[in-house]
């Protein structure tokens, strides 16, 4: 009788454990898959994405996401044919893209203020725009880059032409300075933070204080137009989720800076840690939500990328971005 007894209670158990199981497996796959695809190695400006992720945030939407480095191919190329569903990006991209027909949409700003330009060692001399003259300075190879900084330095009477431009490549910042490069275009959120952490004093001149054209979102998160109009659920519980894990990161920068140190072990603890609790209040800012764009921001820097002769043509920014995908 024993025996028989211990039999069923078996069988009973293995039959409750496989129905959990098949519950498990049947919940996850009826999570949609989507993917989300950096802009560059995992970073503060990524942090909500990671949070959402942990913290289960995306399933509760419904969603299953993979995070995705570039690689080769850019975010904007992969979110606008359709090979991800979501990207981080930024304006500049984005609206070069929309006026040559490519159908990027921003739909959340990922901080509210331009954080990012220009540095470099106190030990340089580099105090304002036209110390930049008979200056080595090292960049991507972008024309927006020229054309910034000619911008800021006709203010004071400075000629860009004077400037000797030198493509940094991969090197990065604090290397390039050391060698052949006396300034750089930089996000100080990160590169800025980590000199802090070094003990190297910069001098920093932010682009957005000479001009307010040149207050852009830098990052955004992106997606294409065919997913807005064909899956707008979708993209709305992705940014219901991403939402959430940004206001987390606000309100608990060491406990955020904890899980993208988990995802990303590689970075370093300090770094993170200082970078998410200088970047955290960033997020939000003024902004009454997280993620709000303004028109005005659009129209701003489109005007001033077209009046510089960085587009063919002028953007319709009501079409480049969009909040009503956010939650309320």
């Given at each position: 009788m024993k025996k028989w007894m211990f039999i069923i209670?078996?069988?009973?158990?293995?039959?409750?454990?496989?129905?959990?199981?098949?519950?498990?497996?049947?919940?996850?796959?009826?999570?949609?898959?989507?993917?989300?695809?950096?802009d560059w190695t995992p970073n503060t400006n990524h942090t909500?994405?990671?949070?959402?992720?942990?913290?289960?945030?995306?399933?509760?939407?419904?969603?299953?996401?993979?995070?995705?480095?570039?690689?080769?191919?850019?975010?904007?190329?992969?979110?606008?044919?359709?090979?991800?569903?979501?990207?981080?990006?930024?304006?500049?991209?984005?609206?070069q893209a929309r006026v040559q027909d490519v159908p990027l949409v921003s739909i959340a700003a990922v901080i509210q203020h331009n954080t990012s330009g220009f540095a470099s060692p106190k030990s340089k001399g580099i105090t304002e725009p036209k110390d930049f003259e008979g200056k080595s300075y090292g960049g991507w190879g972008s024309p927006v880059e020229k054309a910034v900084m000619d911008s800021i330095m006709k203010q004071e009477n400075a000629d860009v032409e004077k400037v000797n431009f030198i493509?940094?490549?991969?090197?990065?910042?604090?290397?390039?300075?050391?060698?052949?490069?006396?300034?750089?275009?930089i996000y100080y959120g990160?590169?800025?933070?980590?000199?802090?952490?070094?003990g190297e004093d910069l001098n920093m001149m932010y682009v957005k204080d000479y001009s307010d054209k040149l207050d852009y979102y830098t990052p955004?998160?992106?997606?294409?137009?065919?997913?807005?109009?064909?899956?707008?659920?979708?993209?709305?519980?992705?940014?219901?989720?991403?939402?959430?894990?940004?206001?987390?990161?606000?309100?608990n920068p060491k406990e955020a800076g904890d899980i993208l140190l988990k995802a990303a072990p590689d970075?370093?603890?300090?770094?993170?840690?200082?970078?998410?609790?200088?970047?955290?209040?960033?997020?939000?800012?003024?902004?009454?939500?997280?993620?709000?764009?303004?028109?005005?921001?659009?129209?701003?820097?489109?005007?001033w990328m077209y009046d510089n002769d960085l587009l063919d043509k002028k953007l319709e920014s009501k079409k480049a971005f969009t909040n009503q995908l956010l939650p309320k």
């Open positions: 209670c078996s069988v009973f158990l293995l039959t409750a454990c496989s129905a959990g199981e098949d519950t498990a497996d049947e919940k996850k796959e009826s999570l949609k898959k989507v993917s989300v695809v950096l909500g994405l990671y949070v959402a992720k942990e913290k289960g945030y995306f399933k509760d939407q419904g969603l299953d996401v993979e995070i995705i480095l570039p690689g080769e191919a850019g975010a904007d190329q992969l979110v606008a044919s359709g090979k991800a569903q979501f990207g981080v990006g930024y304006q500049e991209s984005v609206t493509n940094m490549g991969d090197t990065d910042f604090f290397t390039a300075v050391k060698r052949d490069v006396d300034f750089a275009w990160w590169t800025g933070i980590e000199a802090e952490l070094r955004v998160l992106t997606t294409n137009e065919k997913m807005i109009e064909s899956d707008p659920d979708t993209v709305k519980a992705f940014l219901a989720a991403t939402s959430k894990g940004y206001e987390y990161s606000i309100d970075l370093d603890k300090e770094l993170v840690m200082k970078s998410q609790e200088w970047l955290a209040p960033k997020y939000k800012d003024d902004a009454e939500r997280w993620g709000e764009q303004k028109l005005e921001v659009w129209e701003n820097y489109a005007s």
